[in-house]
C-alpha cells in the first residue's frame, strides 16, 4: 500500500511539473555599455510571483502554463512590462536592458565595479570580495540621515567617531588608519590628524565609501587599523538639480549669550573669510630677524585684528547646498558633469573642569581650572566632476575644495599654580584656526581588449593644503566680572603667536595593470606614490611695556583695545617680535611602491588573492634649535624598504556561508604633528612638542571571518582578529615643574587580538507584523598588552631612562569594547510619500588617553553613549525632508587620571576635563528640480 502511494504521489509531482513552464533570462544596465545588473526585480504581473536577479544579473522563474505580463525594475530605472506565453515543460527567454528612470541621489553611479549604492548590492560585494572590506553608499548614508563622510563610517564594524579627535577603527586612534580619496593618496589638511577631518566632506558628494580592513598590495603599506576609499561623485545617471537648506538647535549652544571675537561678526567673518584680517603684518617682514619693535600709529595700522570680543546672541545654524549634474549623449559615447558647493555654520559653547598634573611626592593639579569656549565654526566644500566614457575608454576629473574656520573665545578661570592665591586667575584667549584643502584629480580606465579582460587602470592628483592659527592672541588677569578684570602689561602677557603649516605640493599618482584569465582569475600588477612637502612658521610678537606704565588697571574686555590703542598712542606700550630661530621647520616625505597581486580561484568554492608590495619610504627633517640665529639646519633621516607581502583566502561553505582568513605586514608611520620638530606653547603654560626621532611602526596582522548571508538584505558575520605592532607610537604627558608636555614616545611592542561581530536582521522573520524594520548590529572586543622599553629618545634627541609609571599597560588610545546598532522602520503615507525612520546607538569601552609618567597614573577618556533619531521622508519625486535628532543622552565627555598613582595624590577629584555638547535638533529641506 505504502508503495502505490509513493508511486502515485511521484506521478502527480510529475504530471503537475510536466504543466509547469521556466521564465529565464538576464537583465542588463542599459547605462553602464549592458553590465549585469544585480538584485532587479523580475515578476509575474497580479500571480505574486517574484524573483530577483543574482550577481550575474541572470534570474528563473517557474510558472504554470498560460499568459502573463513579465514586469522588469529596479529602483531608479524604468520599470518595462513584457507580455509572455509560457508553455508547459518549456523554457522561455527574455533577456532585457533597463535605463534610468527618476533620478534619485542615492542611486548614483559608483566608480567600482559594483556600480551601484544600494546596500543589498554592497552587501553582495562584501559577500563576493576576496578581501574583508565594508562599504556604505549613498543610499544607507541617506536612510540614516547621514550627513558627512565621517559620519557614515561610524555605521561599519568596530569604527567609532570621538568627538574632535577623528575615527577610531577597531579601538585604535587616528593616527592608524589611512585615507584614499578615488584610489589617489591625500594629504591631511590639518597636521595634527593622519587623515582629513572626513565631517568637512558632504554625503552629496560621495557616492561610496569602502573600508579595508585587512591589507591588499595595491593599496598603500601605512595600514593597521584601516584604509578608506571615498569615491566621488563624478557620472551622475541623469541630470538634475537640486537645492537643499538646513538650519538647527543645540540645547546651551544656540539662541544664548555668546562671546565672538570682533574679527567673527562681521559678514566677512559669518562666512569664515575674516583669517585675512588677522594675518602677520608685512611691518614685521618674511623672517623674524632682525627683530622689529612697532610702536604708536604704525601698531594701531599694522594690526587689523585686536584682543577684544563682542558679546550677542547665538542663532540657529544654518546649511545650505546646491547639486547640478547634466548627463549628455555624444554618440555612442557619455559625457558628464556634476557640479555641487555646501556651506554650514554652527554655534558651540563647552563648559567643564580643565586641569593639568604636577609631579612630585604629593600629585596635585598646577592648573584647576574652569574652562569655558565659545565656538562659531564654519564649513564649505565644493566638488566639480567631470566623465567621459566610451565603449572601452574612461576619463573622469574631479576638482574638491575644503575650507574650515573656527573662532574661539576660551576663558580658563581659577587657579593657576604661579599665582596659587588668587582663585580668579583668568587666562583669556581669542583665536582663528583655518585650514584649506585643494585637490585636483584626473583618473580612468581602458579596456585594451574588447572582452575586458586586460584593462590598465590611471589615476593622477595634486593638492595644497594649509593650516594656520593666525593672530592667535591672549592676555590674563584677575577675574572681578564679565564687565572687570584686572590685567597688566610685560611679561607674556598680551601676547600674538602665529603659526602657518603649510603643504606647498602633494603629489600622487597610480598605474595599475589588470589581466583576467581562466573563469576568474585575475593578475594585477602596479605602482603608486606620492610625494608631500610641508613647511612651518611659528612666530611671537609680544606687547611691551614702557617705563611710566601702570603695573596694573582695569579692563572692560569688551572694550580692551579702545584701551591698548590710547596706550600705544601714548607710548606706553609697543609690540615687538621675540620669535626665536627654531621659528621655521621643514618635512620632506616620499613614497614611491610596486606591487603585484594575484587572485586564483583554485575551485568553485576556495579563492585565493596573495600579493606583494615593496614600497620605499622617505623621510627628510630639517629644523633649528633655540640659539643662534646663523646655525646650520640639523637634519634628521628615516630611509626605510618594506616588504610587505599579503594572503586574503575565502572558503564559500555553501551559497550563503564564506569563511575567510588574511594575514599581512605592513608599517604605521606618525602623523605630522607628531613627529615635527616644533614646540606649541599655549597660553596656559602647557606644551605641545613633537619627537622627530620617532620612528615608523611594523606590524604583523592576522584576521580570520565567517560570514553567513541568509537573504540578498541579511547578514551575520563573527571575526577574530590580532596584531604584533613593533615601535608602537603613544601619546604621554609629562608633568615638569611649572608646565605639562604633552609629546609621543615608541614603545618596544604591543600585542592586540579580539573578536568582532556584525548582524543585519529584516526582522519579518520573527513576526510578519515587523516586516519594515530592520535591525543592525556591530561591536568588537578586544586586548592589548604593551612592553615598555628601558629607554626612550626625547624630542630633543636625548636617550635617557623611560620613566614611565607602570611596566605592564594596555595600548594607549585602544579601546576594550565598542558597540554601534541601529533600527529602521520603513513606511508610507501615501503611494508616493515613503518615509525612513531610523534610530543609531554606539558607545566605546574606557582606553587611555595619555600614557603616565612621573609616579602619575594614565588619563583615561571614559565610555561617552550616543543615541541618535534620523526621520528621511520622500514626500514626492521633488520634495525631500529629513529631521535629526543627534546626542539624545547628552552624555559628559570625560579625562580622568586613574587610581593606581605611585605617589600620594592630594585632590579631591581624578576629573581632568569634562563638557557636554547639548542635544542637536536639524531639520532640512530639499528641492530636485
Same mark, same amino acid.
Given at each position: 500500500?505504502?508503495?502505490?502511494?509513493?508511486?502515485?504521489?511521484?506521478?502527480?509531482?510529475?504530471?503537475?511539473?510536466?504543466?509547469?513552464?521556466?521564465?529565464?533570462?538576464?537583465?542588463?544596465?542599459?547605462?553602464?555599455?549592458?553590465?549585469?545588473?544585480?538584485?532587479?526585480?523580475?515578476?509575474?504581473?497580479?500571480?505574486?510571483?517574484?524573483?530577483?536577479?543574482?550577481?550575474?544579473?541572470?534570474?528563473?522563474?517557474?510558472?504554470?502554463?498560460?499568459?502573463?505580463?513579465?514586469?522588469?525594475?529596479?529602483?531608479?530605472?524604468?520599470?518595462?512590462?513584457?507580455?509572455?506565453?509560457?508553455?508547459?515543460?518549456?523554457?522561455?527567454?527574455?533577456?532585457?536592458?533597463?535605463?534610468?528612470?527618476?533620478?534619485?541621489?542615492?542611486?548614483?553611479?559608483?566608480?567600482?565595479?559594483?556600480?551601484?549604492?544600494?546596500?543589498?548590492?554592497?552587501?553582495?560585494?562584501?559577500?563576493?570580495?576576496?578581501?574583508?572590506?565594508?562599504?556604505?553608499?549613498?543610499?544607507?548614508?541617506?536612510?540614516?540621515?547621514?550627513?558627512?563622510?565621517?559620519?557614515?563610517?561610524?555605521?561599519?564594524?568596530?569604527?567609532?567617531?570621538?568627538?574632535?579627535?577623528?575615527?577610531?577603527?577597531?579601538?585604535?586612534?587616528?593616527?592608524?588608519?589611512?585615507?584614499?580619496?578615488?584610489?589617489?593618496?591625500?594629504?591631511?589638511?590639518?597636521?595634527?590628524?593622519?587623515?582629513?577631518?572626513?565631517?568637512?566632506?558632504?554625503?552629496?558628494?560621495?557616492?561610496?565609501?569602502?573600508?579595508?580592513?585587512?591589507?591588499?598590495?595595491?593599496?598603500?603599506?601605512?595600514?593597521?587599523?584601516?584604509?578608506? %576609499?571615498?569615491?566621488? /561623485? &563624478?557620472?551622475?545617471? @541623469?541630470?538634475?538639480?537640486?537645492?537643499?537648506? $538646513?538650519?538647527? #538647535?543645540? =540645547?546651551?549652544?544656540?539662541?544664548?549669550?555668546?562671546?565672538?571675537?570682533?574679527?567673527?561678526?562681521?559678514?566677512?567673518?559669518?562666512?569664515?573669510?575674516?583669517?585675512?584680517?588677522?594675518?602677520?603684518?608685512?611691518?614685521?617682514?618674511?623672517?623674524?630677524?632682525?627683530?622689529?619693535?612697532?610702536?604708536?600709529?604704525?601698531?594701531?595700522?599694522?594690526?587689523?585684528?585686536?584682543?577684544?570680543?563682542?558679546?550677542?546672541?547665538?542663532?540657529?545654524?544654518?546649511?545650505?547646498?546646491?547639486?547640478?549634474?547634466?548627463?549628455?549623449?555624444?554618440?555612442?559615447?557619455?559625457?558628464?558633469?556634476?557640479?555641487?558647493?555646501?556651506?554650514?555654520?554652527?554655534?558651540?559653547?563647552?563648559?567643564?573642569?580643565?586641569?593639568?598634573?604636577?609631579?612630585?611626592?604629593?600629585?596635585?593639579?598646577?592648573? %584647576?581650572?574652569?574652562? /569655558? &569656549?565659545?565656538?562659531? @565654526?564654519?564649513?564649505?566644500?565644493?566638488?566639480? $566632476?567631470?566623465? #567621459?566614457? =566610451?565603449?572601452?575608454?574612461?576619463?573622469?576629473?574631479?576638482?574638491?575644495?575644503?575650507?574650515?574656520?573656527?573662532?574661539?573665545?576660551?576663558?580658563?578661570?581659577?587657579?593657576?599654580?604661579?599665582?596659587?592665591?588668587?582663585?580668579?586667575?583668568?587666562?583669556?584667549?581669542?583665536?582663528?584656526?583655518?585650514?584649506?584643502?585643494?585637490?585636483?584629480?584626473?583618473?580612468?580606465?581602458?579596456?585594451?581588449?574588447?572582452?575586458?579582460?586586460?584593462?590598465?587602470?590611471?589615476?593622477?592628483?595634486?593638492?595644497?593644503?594649509?593650516?594656520?592659527?593666525?593672530?592667535?592672541?591672549?592676555?590674563?588677569?584677575?577675574?572681578?566680572?564679565?564687565?572687570?578684570?584686572?590685567?597688566?602689561?610685560?611679561?607674556?602677557?598680551?601676547?600674538?603667536?602665529?603659526?602657518?603649516?603649510?603643504?606647498?605640493?602633494?603629489?600622487?599618482?597610480?598605474?595599475?595593470?589588470?589581466? @583576467?584569465?581562466?573563469?576568474?582569475?585575475?593578475?594585477?600588477?602596479?605602482?603608486?606614490?606620492?610625494?608631500?612637502?610641508?613647511?612651518?612658521?611659528?612666530?611671537?610678537?609680544?606687547?611691551?611695556?614702557?617705563?611710566?606704565?601702570?603695573?596694573?588697571?582695569?579692563?572692560?574686555?569688551?572694550?580692551?583695545?579702545?584701551?591698548?590703542?590710547?596706550?600705544?598712542?601714548?607710548?606706553?606700550?609697543?609690540?615687538?617680535?621675540?620669535?626665536?630661530?627654531?621659528?621655521?621647520?621643514?618635512?620632506?616625505?616620499?613614497?614611491?611602491?610596486?606591487?603585484?597581486?594575484?587572485?586564483?580561484?583554485?575551485?568553485?568554492?576556495?579563492?585565493?588573492?596573495?600579493?606583494?608590495?615593496?614600497?620605499?619610504?622617505?623621510?627628510?627633517?630639517?629644523?633649528?634649535?633655540?640659539?643662534?640665529?646663523?646655525?646650520?639646519?640639523?637634519?634628521?633621516?628615516?630611509?626605510?624598504?618594506?616588504?610587505?607581502?599579503?594572503?586574503?583566502?575565502?572558503?564559500?561553505?555553501?551559497?550563503?556561508?564564506?569563511?575567510?582568513?588574511?594575514?599581512?605586514?605592513?608599517?604605521?608611520?606618525?602623523?605630522?604633528?607628531?613627529?615635527?620638530?616644533?614646540?606649541?606653547?599655549?597660553?596656559?603654560?602647557?606644551?605641545?612638542?613633537?619627537?622627530?626621532?620617532?620612528?615608523?611602526?611594523?606590524?604583523?596582522?592576522?584576521?580570520?571571518?565567517?560570514?553567513?548571508?541568509?537573504?540578498?538584505?541579511?547578514?551575520?558575520?563573527?571575526?577574530?582578529?590580532?596584531?604584533?605592532?613593533?615601535?608602537?607610537?603613544?601619546?604621554?604627558?609629562?608633568?615638569?615643574?611649572?608646565?605639562?608636555?604633552?609629546?609621543?614616545?615608541?614603545?618596544?611592542?604591543?600585542?592586540?587580538?579580539?573578536?568582532?561581530?556584525?548582524?543585519?536582521?529584516?526582522?519579518?522573520?520573527?513576526?510578519?507584523?515587523?516586516?519594515?524594520?530592520?535591525?543592525?548590529?556591530?561591536?568588537?572586543?578586544?586586548?592589548?598588552?604593551?612592553?615598555?622599553?628601558?629607554?626612550?629618545?626625547?624630542?630633543?634627541?636625548?636617550?635617557?631612562?623611560?620613566?614611565?609609571?607602570?611596566?605592564?599597560?594596555?595600548?594607549?588610545?585602544?579601546?576594550?569594547?565598542?558597540?554601534?546598532?541601529?533600527?529602521?522602520?520603513?513606511?508610507?503615507?501615501?503611494?508616493?510619500?515613503?518615509?525612513?525612520?531610523?534610530?543609531?546607538?554606539?558607545?566605546?569601552?574606557?582606553?587611555?588617553?595619555?600614557?603616565?609618567?612621573?609616579?602619575?597614573?594614565?588619563?583615561?577618556?571614559?565610555?561617552?553613549?550616543?543615541?541618535?533619531?534620523?526621520?528621511?521622508?520622500?514626500?514626492?519625486?521633488?520634495?525631500?525632508?529629513?529631521?535629526?535628532?543627534?546626542?539624545?543622552?547628552?552624555?559628559?565627555?570625560?579625562?580622568?587620571?586613574?587610581?593606581?598613582?605611585?605617589?600620594?595624590?592630594?585632590?579631591?577629584?581624578?576629573?581632568?576635563?569634562?563638557?557636554?555638547?547639548?542635544?542637536?535638533?536639524?531639520?532640512?529641506?530639499?528641492?530636485?528640480?
Amino acid at each position: 500500500m505504502k508503495i502505490k502511494f509513493f508511486f502515485l504521489t511521484f506521478f502527480m509531482c510529475l504530471v503537475m511539473t510536466a504543466q509547469k513552464g521556466t521564465i529565464s533570462g538576464t537583465v542588463t544596465d542599459k547605462d553602464m555599455n549592458n553590465a549585469p545588473l544585480q538584485f532587479a526585480n523580475v515578476g509575474l504581473k497580479g500571480a505574486g510571483v517574484g524573483v530577483t536577479t543574482d550577481e550575474k544579473g541572470k534570474y528563473s522563474i517557474k510558472a504554470e502554463a498560460g499568459n502573463y505580463t513579465l514586469v522588469f525594475s529596479f529602483v531608479g530605472y524604468e520599470t518595462i512590462e513584457v507580455p509572455i506565453h509560457v508553455k508547459a515543460g518549456e523554457t522561455v527567454t527574455i533577456d532585457k536592458a533597463l535605463g534610468s528612470g527618476s533620478f534619485k541621489l542615492e542611486d548614483v553611479v559608483i566608480q567600482k565595479s559594483v556600480n551601484r549604492e544600494k546596500e543589498t548590492v554592497l552587501l553582495l560585494e562584501q559577500k563576493k570580495a576576496v578581501e574583508i572590506k565594508q562599504s556604505i553608499g549613498a543610499q544607507e548614508m541617506s536612510r540614516k540621515g547621514v550627513s558627512d563622510v565621517e559620519e557614515g563610517l561610524t555605521k561599519i564594524t568596530g569604527i567609532s567617531k570621538v568627538g574632535s579627535r577623528g575615527l577610531f577603527v577597531r579601538g585604535l586612534e587616528d593616527r592608524y588608519n589611512n585615507l584614499l580619496i578615488n584610489n589617489l593618496a591625500v594629504p591631511s589638511n590639518n597636521p595634527f590628524k593622519k587623515i582629513i577631518p572626513l565631517d568637512l566632506i558632504p554625503t552629496d558628494v560621495v557616492s561610496l565609501i569602502e573600508t579595508y580592513k585587512t591589507f591588499n598590495p595595491d593599496i598603500y603599506g601605512d595600514f593597521a587599523g584601516a584604509t578608506f %576609499n571615498v569615491v566621488t /561623485t &563624478t557620472k551622475p545617471i @541623469k541630470s538634475i538639480t537640486k537645492l537643499s537648506l $538646513g538650519t538647527g #538647535f543645540t =540645547t546651551n549652544n544656540n539662541l544664548r549669550d555668546f562671546n565672538l571675537p570682533t574679527s567673527a561678526g562681521s559678514t566677512k567673518g559669518f562666512f569664515g573669510f575674516s583669517g585675512s584680517d588677522r594675518d602677520l603684518p608685512s611691518v614685521f617682514g618674511s623672517t623674524p630677524n632682525p627683530p622689529v619693535t612697532v610702536s604708536r600709529n604704525d601698531a594701531i595700522n599694522a594690526f587689523k585684528n585686536g584682543f577684544g570680543m563682542e558679546k550677542s546672541k547665538s542663532p540657529l545654524n544654518t546649511s545650505v547646498g546646491i547639486l547640478h549634474a547634466e548627463k549628455f549623449d555624444v554618440g555612442k559615447n557619455k559625457l558628464s558633469y556634476l557640479f555641487s558647493i555646501n556651506f554650514d555654520n554652527s554655534y558651540q559653547f563647552r563648559q567643564g573642569v580643565d586641569r593639568t598634573l604636577q609631579a612630585g611626592s604629593l600629585i596635585q593639579y598646577s592648573n %584647576n581650572f574652569r574652562r /569655558t &569656549t565659545y565656538d562659531y @565654526k564654519t564649513n564649505l566644500s565644493s566638488i566639480v $566632476g567631470i566623465n #567621459f566614457s =566610451t565603449e572601452r575608454f574612461t576619463i573622469s576629473s574631479s576638482l574638491l575644495y575644503l575650507k574650515s574656520t573656527d573662532s574661539q573665545i576660551q576663558d580658563q578661570l581659577g587657579v593657576q599654580s604661579a599665582f596659587a592665591n588668587n582663585p580668579n586667575y583668568l587666562i583669556r584667549t581669542n583665536q582663528f584656526e583655518q585650514s584649506d584643502f585643494y585637490n585636483g584629480q584626473i583618473f580612468g580606465d581602458y579596456k585594451i581588449t574588447k572582452n575586458k579582460n586586460h584593462v590598465l587602470k590611471y589615476g593622477g592628483s595634486l593638492a595644497q593644503t594649509k593650516f594656520s592659527q593666525p593672530d592667535r592672541n591672549s592676555y590674563t588677569g584677575t577675574y572681578v566680572n564679565d564687565q572687570e578684570v584686572i590685567v597688566s602689561y610685560g611679561g607674556n602677557n598680551f601676547l600674538r603667536q602665529y603659526l602657518d603649516i603649510k603643504s606647498n605640493l602633494f603629489s600622487s599618482a597610480f598605474l595599475e595593470y589588470q589581466w @583576467k584569465f581562466g573563469s576568474d582569475n585575475k593578475l594585477t600588477v602596479g605602482y603608486n606614490g606620492n610625494h608631500n612637502f610641508t613647511k612651518s612658521s611659528y612666530r611671537f610678537i609680544n606687547t611691551i611695556k614702557n617705563f611710566n606704565s601702570a603695573s596694573t588697571f582695569t579692563v572692560n574686555p569688551y572694550e580692551i583695545d579702545n584701551v591698548i590703542r590710547q596706550d600705544l598712542l601714548d607710548y606706553e606700550i609697543s609690540f615687538q617680535e621675540q620669535s626665536n630661530a627654531n621659528w621655521k621647520s621643514k618635512l620632506e616625505e616620499t613614497i614611491n611602491a610596486g606591487y603585484a597581486n594575484i587572485y586564483f580561484k583554485i575551485n568553485e568554492n576556495l579563492g585565493i588573492n596573495t600579493g606583494l608590495r615593496l614600497e620605499k619610504y622617505n623621510r627628510i627633517t630639517k629644523y633649528k634649535e633655540i640659539g643662534s640665529w646663523d646655525q646650520n639646519y640639523l637634519k634628521i633621516k628615516t630611509d626605510d624598504l618594506y616588504v610587505l607581502p599579503s594572503v586574503n583566502a575565502k572558503y564559500s561553505l555553501n551559497e550563503k556561508t564564506n569563511l575567510r582568513l588574511a594575514i599581512s605586514q605592513t608599517y604605521t608611520k606618525p602623523v605630522i604633528m607628531e613627529s615635527f620638530p616644533i614646540s606649541i606653547v599655549n597660553p596656559d603654560g602647557t606644551v605641545f612638542q613633537g619627537n622627530p626621532y620617532l620612528k615608523n611602526s611594523t606590524n604583523t596582522n592576522v584576521d580570520f571571518k565567517y560570514e553567513f548571508f541568509p537573504t540578498g538584505k541579511e547578514m551575520l558575520a563573527v571575526g577574530a582578529f590580532g596584531k604584533n605592532i613593533k615601535d608602537p607610537i603613544e601619546r604621554t604627558f609629562v608633568a615638569n615643574p611649572g608646565t605639562t608636555i604633552m609629546s609621543f614616545l615608541n614603545s618596544e611592542k604591543a600585542v592586540l587580538y579580539g573578536i568582532e561581530a556584525e548582524f543585519i536582521l529584516d526582522l519579518s522573520r520573527f513576526s510578519e507584523s515587523l516586516k519594515d524594520f530592520t535591525w543592525g548590529f556591530n561591536t568588537s572586543v578586544m586586548n592589548t598588552k604593551v612592553t615598555v622599553p628601558s629607554t626612550n629618545i626625547s624630542p630633543t634627541g636625548n636617550v635617557s631612562q623611560s620613566i614611565e609609571t607602570h611596566r605592564e599597560r594596555e595600548l594607549q588610545g585602544a579601546s576594550k569594547w565598542l558597540i554601534n546598532s541601529d533600527v529602521k522602520y520603513d513606511f508610507k503615507f501615501t503611494k508616493d510619500w515613503t518615509n525612513t525612520v531610523t534610530l543609531v546607538y554606539s558607545v566605546f569601552g574606557k582606553r587611555i588617553y595619555s600614557l603616565g609618567t612621573a609616579g602619575i597614573d594614565h588619563v583615561y577618556e571614559l565610555p561617552v553613549s550616543k543615541l541618535d533619531f534620523v526621520w528621511t521622508s520622500k514626500v514626492n519625486k521633488h520634495i525631500d525632508v529629513k529631521f535629526s535628532a543627534d546626542n539624545l543622552l547628552n552624555p559628559y565627555y570625560r579625562l580622568e587620571l586613574g587610581d593606581n598613582n605611585k605617589d600620594t595624590f592630594t585632590e579631591a577629584s581624578h576629573r581632568i576635563q569634562d563638557y557636554k555638547k547639548g542635544v542637536g535638533f536639524s531639520l532640512n529641506l530639499s528641492y530636485t528640480f
